[in-house]
């Protein structure tokens, strides 16, 4: 009973104080695995901005260890508390674009959900925009007075380092921490350029930069960047590759859908394993040629359903046994028929005096569009 009146009485104090003050900034917060963060973050976002004003959107995609279930019970007395679950999707941009997207405040944040990025920050982040000092305003741990110390490693650091003057080159702004993952703009500028940014990658602040038109006036904010409270970093593994991923889509992008320059990579790889098997198995004399083929097609097979998954379609890998195994046979399936058709079409074209090399690379370009095709749709597509 106290606890329910209690939790009444808080909700009434909320709705005054809100009347007060309307909705003034969102905070989005993307999360994966970070339940034990979210109730002293609410806390700390509270102590810097008081008690109306703001609303805190944290985006999860729909982590394991409960993390959209505290939020929301959180949210249940506290509405200030918002929560987008997302179900079959995976990462840290699309969670921070889709989050921005989702808020009726005029200015809008973006900050990790770790404690790695002070929220008493966002007061003076918020000053400068609102008072056209800047149109973005964000934390940089490599400005004067900020800094690194809860980067995981040495190592994390160095490549840190590298990456953002690759991206000073390629972007070429004077920014100190181009892959700052904690910014502040309006939000109807966000709105204006939202269909142009990649959702693929963590440079998400990068993105908008780039693709802003007009330029938009940067200010820095000095970050001591904290280590994580809870739980452990996303980014570890996945860095370099995302990465990867974030120059091909800058490079070729515009061209070429990223996810189909990763696809050809993949089965450029696949090749190589293809053929490495072919000669292991077939070189001895232990098999006879069609069988050692059937073999290293199948591996080769494998290795690239395998592959595609962890890279190409990262954001809707396929898990368990189940999963795998279906994903594994459609696979196999769109890449037979492909096959087929790359073998026809090659033969015939070769039939009608075409070079034979040019007609084994017209065989191997329509087959690859074809498996991209098919696999995007009927394997990883939802
Ligand atoms: N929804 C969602 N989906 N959230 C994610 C995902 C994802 O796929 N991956 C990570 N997050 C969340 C984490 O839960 C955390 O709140 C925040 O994004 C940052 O992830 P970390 O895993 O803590 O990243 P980090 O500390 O290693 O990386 C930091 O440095 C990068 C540059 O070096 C972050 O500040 C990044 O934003 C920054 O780009
Ligand atoms: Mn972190």
């Known amino acids: 009973h106290n606890d329910f009146r209690q939790q009444v009485e808080s909700v009434a104090a909320l709705a005054k104080a809100q009347a007060t003050a309307p909705l003034d900034l969102a905070i989005v917060l993307p999360t994966l695995n970070e339940r034990d963060n979210i109730a002293p973050m609410v806390e700390r976002l509270e102590k810097a901005l008081g008690p109306a004003g703001w609303e805190a959107v944290f985006v999860d995609d729909n982590s394991?260890?409960?993390?959209?279930?505290?939020?929301?019970?959180?949210g249940r007395s506290d509405p200030r508390i918002r929560v987008i679950q997302r179900i079959g999707r995976r990462g840290l941009a699309s969670a921070a674009i889709e989050g921005m997207c989702a808020t009726a405040a005029p200015y809008v944040?973006?900050?990790?959900?770790?404690?790695?990025?002070?929220?008493?920050?966002?007061?003076?982040?918020?000053?400068?925009?609102k008072s056209?000092?800047?149109?973005?305003?964000?934390?940089?741990?490599?400005?004067?007075?900020?800094?690194?110390?809860?980067?995981?490693?040495k190592?994390?650091?160095?490549?840190?380092?590298?990456?953002?003057?690759l991206a000073r080159k390629l972007t070429g702004t004077e920014l100190t921490d181009a892959m700052s993952g904690f910014f502040l703009l309006r939000t109807d500028q966000l709105r204006k350029q939202a269909e142009n940014l990649s959702g693929i990658g963590f440079k998400i602040m990068l993105d908008i930069l780039a693709t802003a038109q007009?330029?938009?006036?940067v200010k820095e904010f000095p970050l001591k960047f904290a280590e994580r409270?809870?739980?452990?970093?996303?980014?570890?593994?996945?860095?370099?590759?995302?990465?990867?991923?974030?120059?091909?889509?800058?490079?070729?992008?515009?061209?070429?859908?990223?996810?189909?320059?990763?696809?050809?990579?993949?089965?450029?790889?696949?090749?190589?394993?293809?053929?490495?098997?072919?000669?292991?198995?077939?070189?001895?004399?232990?098999?006879?040629?069609?069988?050692?083929?059937?073999?290293?097609?199948?591996?080769?097979?494998?290795?690239?359903?395998?592959?595609?998954?962890?890279?190409?379609?990262?954001?809707?890998k396929l898990g368990g046994a189940d999963g795998m195994f279906w994903g594994w046979l459609k696979f196999c399936g769109a890449c037979s028929v492909g096959a087929f058709a790359n073998v026809?079409?090659?033969?015939?074209?070769?039939?009608?005096?075409?070079?034979?090399?040019?007609?084994?690379?017209?065989?191997?370009?329509?087959?690859?569009?074809?498996?991209?095709?098919?696999?995007?749709k009927f394997v990883w597509g939802r």
């Open 214 to 217: 007009p330029r938009l006036k």
């Open 64 to 74: 394991h260890d409960g993390t959209a279930e505290e939020a929301r019970r959180i």
């Open 229 to 316: 409270l809870a739980g452990e970093s996303k980014l570890d593994h996945g860095v370099v590759l995302d990465f990867i991923a974030g120059l091909a889509e800058r490079y070729f992008g515009k061209w070429l859908p990223t996810r189909f320059v990763l696809f050809g990579m993949v089965g450029g790889l696949g090749v190589f394993v293809h053929m490495a098997v072919l000669a292991a198995i077939y070189w001895p004399q232990t098999v006879a040629f069609g069988w050692a083929q059937a073999i290293a097609t199948m591996v080769a097979m494998t290795f690239n359903f395998w592959l595609n998954n962890m890279l190409t379609y990262r954001d809707k």
């Open 132 to 153: 056209g000092e800047a149109d973005l305003a964000y934390a940089s741990r490599f400005a004067v007075g900020g800094n690194a110390d809860g980067l995981s490693s």
């Open 155 to 165: 190592g994390r650091e160095k490549g840190s380092k590298v990456a953002n003057a």
């Open 109 to 129: 944040a973006v900050m990790d959900a770790d404690h790695q990025h002070d929220p008493a920050l966002l007061v003076d982040m918020l000053a400068a925009v």
């Open 344 to 376: 026809a079409v090659a033969t015939v074209l070769e039939e009608q005096g075409m070079l034979w090399w040019s007609a084994a690379l017209v065989g191997v370009v329509i087959a690859s569009v074809w498996n991209y095709a098919l696999s995007s």
